[in-house]
T-cell receptor
Framework: AQSVTQPDIHITVSEGASLELRCNYSYGATPYLFWYVQSPGQGLQLLLKYFSGDTLVQGIKGFEAEFKRSQSSFNLRKPSVHWSDAAEYFCAVEGVAGGSYIPTFGRGTSLIVHP | DTGVSQNPRHKITKRGQNVTFRCDPISEHNRLYWYRQTLGQGPEFLTYFQNEAQLEKSRLLSDRFSAERPKGSFSTLEIQRTEQGDSAMYLC????????????FGPGTRLTVL
Protein backbone atom coordinates (compact mmCIF):
# COMPACT_ATOMS: atom_id res chain seq x y z
CA ALA A 1 0.00 0.00 0.00
CA GLN A 2 1.16 3.51 -0.69
CA SER A 3 1.52 6.18 1.98
CA VAL A 4 2.67 9.76 2.36
CA THR A 5 4.29 11.43 5.34
CA GLN A 6 4.52 15.15 5.83
CA PRO A 7 6.44 15.38 9.09
CA ASP A 8 5.88 19.08 9.70
CA ILE A 9 2.38 20.09 10.74
CA HIS A 10 3.25 23.80 10.84
CA ILE A 11 6.11 25.79 9.35
CA THR A 12 6.68 29.46 10.15
CA VAL A 13 8.91 31.60 7.97
CA SER A 14 9.54 35.29 7.53
CA GLU A 15 8.56 36.93 4.28
CA GLY A 16 11.48 36.79 1.88
CA ALA A 17 13.05 33.76 3.54
CA SER A 18 13.51 30.45 1.79
CA LEU A 19 11.16 27.53 2.34
CA GLU A 20 11.39 23.76 2.26
CA LEU A 21 8.42 21.51 2.98
CA ARG A 22 9.18 17.85 3.45
CA CYS A 23 7.40 14.88 1.94
CA ASN A 24 8.29 11.21 2.17
CA TYR A 25 6.38 8.47 0.45
CA SER A 26 6.16 4.72 0.49
CA TYR A 27 5.42 2.81 -2.71
CA GLY A 28 6.89 -0.19 -4.47
CA ALA A 29 7.89 1.69 -7.58
CA THR A 30 8.03 5.33 -8.61
CA PRO A 31 4.55 6.75 -8.29
CA TYR A 32 3.16 9.96 -9.64
CA LEU A 33 4.05 12.66 -7.10
CA PHE A 34 2.18 15.91 -6.61
CA TRP A 35 2.15 19.02 -4.48
CA TYR A 36 -1.14 20.85 -4.04
CA VAL A 37 -1.88 24.09 -2.20
CA GLN A 38 -5.11 24.92 -0.40
CA SER A 39 -5.75 28.52 0.52
CA PRO A 40 -8.49 29.35 3.05
CA GLY A 41 -11.88 28.92 1.45
CA GLN A 42 -10.35 27.75 -1.82
CA GLY A 43 -10.17 24.41 -3.55
CA LEU A 44 -6.89 22.56 -3.84
CA GLN A 45 -4.67 23.74 -6.68
CA LEU A 46 -1.83 21.83 -8.27
CA LEU A 47 1.62 23.39 -7.82
CA LEU A 48 3.65 20.75 -9.65
CA LYS A 49 3.94 17.04 -10.34
CA TYR A 50 6.59 14.45 -11.15
CA PHE A 51 6.66 11.02 -12.70
CA SER A 52 9.84 10.67 -14.67
CA GLY A 53 12.64 12.65 -16.23
CA ASP A 54 14.46 15.53 -14.62
CA THR A 55 14.25 15.08 -10.86
CA LEU A 56 13.99 18.83 -10.26
CA VAL A 57 10.52 19.96 -11.20
CA GLN A 58 9.40 23.55 -11.67
CA GLY A 59 5.90 24.57 -10.77
CA ILE A 60 3.68 27.57 -10.56
CA LYS A 61 4.15 30.54 -8.23
CA GLY A 62 7.93 30.06 -8.13
CA PHE A 63 7.83 26.65 -6.42
CA GLU A 64 10.05 23.73 -7.27
CA ALA A 65 10.40 20.20 -5.93
CA GLU A 66 13.16 17.63 -6.06
CA PHE A 67 12.55 13.90 -6.32
CA LYS A 68 15.13 11.78 -4.52
CA ARG A 69 14.57 8.09 -5.15
CA SER A 70 17.15 6.98 -2.58
CA GLN A 71 15.35 8.90 0.16
CA SER A 72 11.79 8.34 -1.13
CA SER A 73 11.34 12.07 -0.83
CA PHE A 74 9.74 14.83 -2.84
CA ASN A 75 10.44 18.06 -0.97
CA LEU A 76 8.92 21.36 -2.03
CA ARG A 77 11.06 24.51 -2.07
CA LYS A 78 10.75 28.19 -2.74
CA PRO A 79 13.72 30.59 -2.58
CA SER A 80 11.77 33.61 -1.33
CA VAL A 81 8.38 33.34 0.35
CA HIS A 82 5.65 35.92 -0.13
CA TRP A 83 2.89 36.65 2.39
CA SER A 84 0.38 35.29 -0.12
CA ASP A 85 2.02 31.85 0.12
CA ALA A 86 0.45 31.33 3.55
CA ALA A 87 -1.73 28.26 3.01
CA GLU A 88 -1.97 24.51 3.56
CA TYR A 89 0.32 22.40 1.40
CA PHE A 90 -0.38 18.78 0.57
CA CYS A 91 1.92 16.20 -0.91
CA ALA A 92 0.19 13.38 -2.78
CA VAL A 93 1.18 10.15 -4.44
CA GLU A 94 -0.73 8.22 -7.03
CA GLY A 95 0.24 4.64 -7.69
CA VAL A 96 -1.36 1.90 -9.66
CA ALA A 97 -3.27 -0.67 -7.63
CA GLY A 98 -4.93 -3.42 -9.63
CA GLY A 99 -5.09 -1.22 -12.69
CA SER A 100 -6.60 1.75 -10.86
CA TYR A 101 -4.78 4.93 -10.01
CA ILE A 102 -5.54 5.66 -6.35
CA PRO A 103 -4.38 8.99 -4.92
CA THR A 104 -3.14 9.28 -1.34
CA PHE A 105 -2.62 12.65 0.30
CA GLY A 106 -0.45 13.57 3.24
CA ARG A 107 -1.94 15.29 6.25
CA GLY A 108 -0.64 18.64 5.07
CA THR A 109 1.75 21.31 6.28
CA SER A 110 0.38 24.67 7.30
CA LEU A 111 2.64 27.52 6.21
CA ILE A 112 2.60 30.68 8.30
CA VAL A 113 4.37 33.72 6.88
CA HIS A 114 5.50 36.52 9.19
CA PRO A 115 5.93 40.03 7.75
CA ASP B 1 -15.64 26.48 -18.38
CA THR B 2 -15.98 27.59 -14.80
CA GLY B 3 -14.27 24.63 -13.17
CA VAL B 4 -15.61 22.04 -10.77
CA SER B 5 -18.71 23.04 -8.86
CA GLN B 6 -20.29 21.46 -5.82
CA ASN B 7 -23.69 21.92 -4.26
CA PRO B 8 -24.65 22.65 -1.65
CA ARG B 9 -21.65 24.42 -0.14
CA HIS B 10 -22.90 23.80 3.37
CA LYS B 11 -25.28 21.24 4.80
CA ILE B 12 -26.47 20.91 8.37
CA THR B 13 -28.48 17.85 9.19
CA LYS B 14 -29.63 15.83 12.14
CA ARG B 15 -28.21 12.46 12.95
CA GLY B 16 -30.06 9.71 11.13
CA GLN B 17 -31.09 11.83 8.15
CA ASN B 18 -29.99 11.16 4.60
CA VAL B 19 -28.05 13.75 2.63
CA THR B 20 -27.06 14.03 -1.00
CA PHE B 21 -24.31 16.14 -2.52
CA ARG B 22 -23.80 17.00 -6.15
CA CYS B 23 -20.62 17.55 -8.13
CA ASP B 24 -20.39 18.98 -11.64
CA PRO B 25 -16.94 18.29 -13.09
CA ILE B 26 -15.14 20.07 -15.89
CA SER B 27 -17.08 18.96 -18.94
CA GLU B 28 -14.34 17.18 -20.87
CA HIS B 29 -12.97 15.34 -17.84
CA ASN B 30 -13.78 11.64 -17.78
CA ARG B 31 -12.53 10.96 -14.24
CA LEU B 32 -14.32 12.11 -11.14
CA TYR B 33 -13.14 11.63 -7.55
CA TRP B 34 -14.78 12.02 -4.18
CA TYR B 35 -12.75 12.75 -1.06
CA ARG B 36 -13.48 13.47 2.58
CA GLN B 37 -11.38 15.97 4.50
CA THR B 38 -11.49 16.54 8.23
CA LEU B 39 -9.78 19.31 10.17
CA GLY B 40 -6.02 19.00 10.14
CA GLN B 41 -6.01 16.15 7.65
CA GLY B 42 -5.47 15.80 3.96
CA PRO B 43 -8.16 14.65 1.57
CA GLU B 44 -9.04 11.00 2.10
CA PHE B 45 -9.96 9.09 -1.06
CA LEU B 46 -13.51 7.71 -1.09
CA THR B 47 -14.23 6.62 -4.63
CA TYR B 48 -13.70 7.46 -8.27
CA PHE B 49 -15.43 7.11 -11.61
CA GLN B 50 -14.18 6.88 -15.12
CA ASN B 51 -17.06 8.01 -17.25
CA GLU B 52 -20.12 6.36 -15.65
CA ALA B 53 -18.24 3.38 -14.21
CA GLN B 54 -17.30 3.39 -10.54
CA LEU B 55 -13.82 1.85 -10.69
CA GLU B 56 -12.66 1.98 -7.11
CA LYS B 57 -14.10 2.40 -3.66
CA SER B 58 -12.12 2.87 -0.48
CA ARG B 59 -12.29 -0.05 1.92
CA LEU B 60 -12.93 2.55 4.59
CA LEU B 61 -16.14 3.63 2.90
CA SER B 62 -19.16 2.58 4.91
CA ASP B 63 -22.06 0.95 3.08
CA ARG B 64 -24.09 3.97 4.15
CA PHE B 65 -22.23 5.88 1.43
CA SER B 66 -23.16 5.53 -2.20
CA ALA B 67 -22.12 7.46 -5.26
CA GLU B 68 -23.39 7.61 -8.80
CA ARG B 69 -22.37 9.24 -12.02
CA PRO B 70 -25.18 8.69 -14.49
CA LYS B 71 -24.24 9.32 -18.11
CA GLY B 72 -20.71 10.14 -17.07
CA SER B 73 -21.45 13.76 -16.32
CA PHE B 74 -22.35 15.06 -12.85
CA SER B 75 -22.04 12.86 -9.80
CA THR B 76 -23.95 12.52 -6.55
CA LEU B 77 -22.73 11.27 -3.20
CA GLU B 78 -25.40 10.10 -0.78
CA ILE B 79 -24.92 9.38 2.88
CA GLN B 80 -27.72 7.46 4.54
CA ARG B 81 -28.47 7.51 8.25
CA THR B 82 -25.87 10.16 8.94
CA GLU B 83 -23.73 9.97 12.07
CA GLN B 84 -21.82 12.72 13.86
CA GLY B 85 -18.59 11.15 12.61
CA ASP B 86 -19.66 11.93 9.06
CA SER B 87 -19.16 15.65 9.72
CA ALA B 88 -16.43 16.73 7.33
CA MET B 89 -15.71 18.57 4.12
CA TYR B 90 -16.57 16.48 1.08
CA LEU B 91 -14.44 17.31 -1.93
CA CYS B 92 -14.98 16.47 -5.55
CA UNK B 93 -12.26 16.56 -8.19
CA UNK B 94 -12.10 15.78 -11.87
CA UNK B 95 -9.31 14.95 -14.28
CA UNK B 96 -8.53 13.35 -17.59
CA UNK B 97 -7.70 9.66 -17.77
CA UNK B 98 -5.33 7.92 -17.42
CA UNK B 99 -4.08 8.38 -13.92
CA UNK B 100 -1.34 10.75 -12.96
CA UNK B 101 -3.01 13.80 -14.41
CA UNK B 102 -3.78 16.98 -12.52
CA UNK B 103 -6.95 16.88 -10.51
CA UNK B 104 -9.11 19.97 -10.45
CA PHE B 105 -10.91 20.36 -7.15
CA GLY B 106 -14.22 21.92 -6.34
CA PRO B 107 -14.75 24.15 -3.30
CA GLY B 108 -16.26 21.31 -1.27
CA THR B 109 -19.45 20.69 0.65
CA ARG B 110 -19.16 21.12 4.40
CA LEU B 111 -21.40 18.67 6.24
CA THR B 112 -22.32 19.16 9.87
CA VAL B 113 -24.26 16.38 11.57
CA LEU B 114 -25.94 17.46 14.81
Amino acid sequence: AQSVTQPDIHITVSEGASLELRCNYSYGATPYLFWYVQSPGQGLQLLLKYFSGDTLVQGIKGFEAEFKRSQSSFNLRKPSVHWSDAAEYFCAVEGVAGGSYIPTFGRGTSLIVHP
Amino acid sequence: DTGVSQNPRHKITKRGQNVTFRCDPISEHNRLYWYRQTLGQGPEFLTYFQNEAQLEKSRLLSDRFSAERPKGSFSTLEIQRTEQGDSAMYLCASSLAPGGNEQFFGPGTRLTVL
